[in-house]
C-alpha cells in the first residue's frame, strides 16, 4: 500500500511565510510528477506547483515569485516553499505523486493541510 502524508499547514499573517511537506510512502518504485494543489471554500481544486521527477517545475501564474516547489527523491518527498502569503492564498493544500509500482503507474493524493492567512 501507499501513503501520501502532508504537514506544515497552519495560521499565518499576510505577508508571512510557511513550508509544507509531503512524503510518499509504502510499496514505490519510482515517482514522477509530485505536486501541489490547492481548494478554496466554495471553489474547484486548482493546481499550485508541480515538478517532473526530472526537475522540471511548473507554477500557477498567482504564485510564480512567491511559491517554490522542491523535491528529495531520496526520501520520496516534495516541498512547497510559500513566501509573501496573501489572503486568497488560504486554502486546503494537496500534495499528489505520480508513483510506479507494479509496472504501472497511478496518482496518489494526501489527505490536505489547511492554510489560513490573516489580513
Known amino acids: 500500500q501507499v501513503r501520501v502524508v502532508e504537514s506544515g499547514g497552519g495560521l499565518v499573517q499576510a505577508g508571512g511565510s510557511l513550508r509544507l511537506s509531503c512524503a510518499a510512502s509504502?510499496?514505490?518504485?519510482?515517482?514522477?510528477?509530485m505536486g501541489w494543489y490547492r481548494q478554496a471554500p466554495g471553489k474547484q481544486r486548482e493546481l499550485v506547483a508541480s515538478?517532473?521527477?526530472?526537475?522540471?517545475?511548473n507554477y500557477s501564474d498567482s504564485v510564480k515569485g512567491r511559491f517554490t516547489i522542491s523535491r528529495d527523491n531520496a526520501k520520496n518527498t516534495v516541498y512547497l516553499q510559500m513566501n509573501s502569503l496573501k489572503p486568497e492564498d488560504t486554502a486546503v493544500y494537496y500534495c499528489?505523486?505520480?508513483?510506479?509500482?507494479?509496472?504501472?503507474?497511478?496518482?496518489?493524493w494526501g489527505q490536505g493541510t489547511q492554510v489560513t492567512v490573516s489580513s
Open positions: 515538478m517532473t521527477g526530472r526537475g522540471i517545475t
Open positions: 509504502g510499496s514505490i518504485f519510482s515517482i514522477n510528477a
Open positions: 499528489n505523486a505520480d508513483i510506479v509500482r507494479d509496472r504501472r503507474s497511478e496518482i496518489w
